[in-house]
């Protein structure tokens, strides 16, 4: 059964840094591209960043370039995204998405959040003044 897991999220001084993972496991996740998007309490669901399956193509929302970098670990199946000088405004529940593709758009990014196949339970940011 296809699952993604995510870790890392919590209590964080502004400033500071977390790093989150999300784990995919099941036979489905073979290649894929993978997103991060975040929901603050009222808020609608925001894109934060995206890696391709070849994990040469990354974007990032504006909102955090500069401050958080996705990267992946194919031999663990596991993407992260490091956080740093996190904001009051970074706290939010986020999500990990997977979006299965193809080799031939093994290169490609996905900012919509419609585009995902799979997503996570989320894990919860906090990040005080």
């Known amino acids: 059964q296809e699952q993604l897991v995510e870790s890392g999220g919590g209590l964080v001084q502004a400033g500071g840094s977390l790093k989150l993972s999300c784990a995919a496991s099941?036979?489905?996740?073979?290649?894929?591209?993978t997103g991060w998007f975040r929901r603050a309490p009222e808020k609608e669901r925001e894109f934060v960043a995206a890696?391709?399956?070849?994990?040469?193509?990354?974007y990032y929302a504006e909102s955090v370039k500069g401050r958080f970098t996705v990267s992946r670990e194919a031999a663990k199946n596991t993407v992260y995204l490091q956080m740093n000088s996190l904001k009051p405004e970074d706290t939010a529940v986020y999500y990990c998405?997977?979006?299965?593709?193809?080799?031939?758009?093994?290169?490609?990014?996905?900012?919509?959040?419609?585009?995902?196949?799979?997503w996570g339970q989320g894990t919860q940011v906090t990040v005080f003044s």
């Open positions: 890696i391709s399956w070849s994990g040469g193509t990354i």
């Open positions: 998405a997977v979006k299965l593709v193809t080799s031939s758009i093994g290169t490609y990014y996905y900012t919509a959040g419609d585009d995902y196949d799979y």
């Open positions: 099941g036979r489905a996740f073979r290649q894929y591209a």
